[in-house]
């Protein structure tokens, strides 16, 4: 069965691994190269047994370690568009371009299958990840939900699942207005109550954990996006901890590997 842990999950760095028995991926590659590899081997493995990192988009604190990764020999999948964007940005980055086909494509014994999100980047993705019929998704820095999200998110046993912030605490805070205005747009981030209203639809009987990332720290607590989520869920009928477990991926600590 697949495994995933957050190594890092927030506003100023993301990075996600996810595992089968035979091969190891990141998604993005947000953190220092030291930290990554630090964070891997407190998870038992190491940065020289990663088999690609797939990249969701170019904003910095997805891909601010990606150009050491690459130096070090990683392989890093990204679109094209994407490709570009990073380049401009960081430097010169080599990486496969991302084949779009229904069957997706194969990083070892596992198959990825990006799809589109809408946020204010040049071509950003989600993934799930599919090996020997289980399937793990990751999707983050999402304006809003789309009918295609929503399918490709469904059969998923594990789904790590953006919950940026309490919009209250966004519209009521010091940030500026302008911020204020892309993060609760169209191709912002995610609020807690509608990844609620994602999680309601999306989840089954074959959906056993549920973690909640990307969650700003100025914005939302853990505790907050948490309750929001596990109040909501139980009033649709769907019981933490009987249905569904559900878990917070934070900045500044790994989770358990689930």
Known sequence: MLRLCSLSSGSKGNCIYVASDTTEILVDFG?????????????GTDVKNISGVVVTHEHADHVCGLLRASQEGLKVYAHARTTLAINAKCGRIQTENLPFYDGGF?????????????????????????????????????GHPTEGIINNLKNSRILLLEANHDREMLLDGNYPERLKKRIDGANGHLSNETAAEILKRVISPKTKQIVLGH????????????????????RAGIVEGRDVSVDVATQSHLTRIF
């Open 31 to 43: 953190m220092s190269y030291a930290y990554v590899q630090d964070a891997l081997q407190k998870i």
């Open 215 to 234: 969650l700003s720290e100025n914005n939302n607590t853990p505790e907050l996006a948490f309750q929001t989520i596990v109040d909501s869920l139980s």
């Open 106 to 142: 194969a990083i070892g014994d596992i198959t990825v299958l990006p799809f589109r999100v809408p946020h204010d980047a040049v071509y950003p993705l989600a993934y799930s990840f599919i090996e020997g019929g289980d399937k793990i998704s990751v999707a983050t820095d999402i």
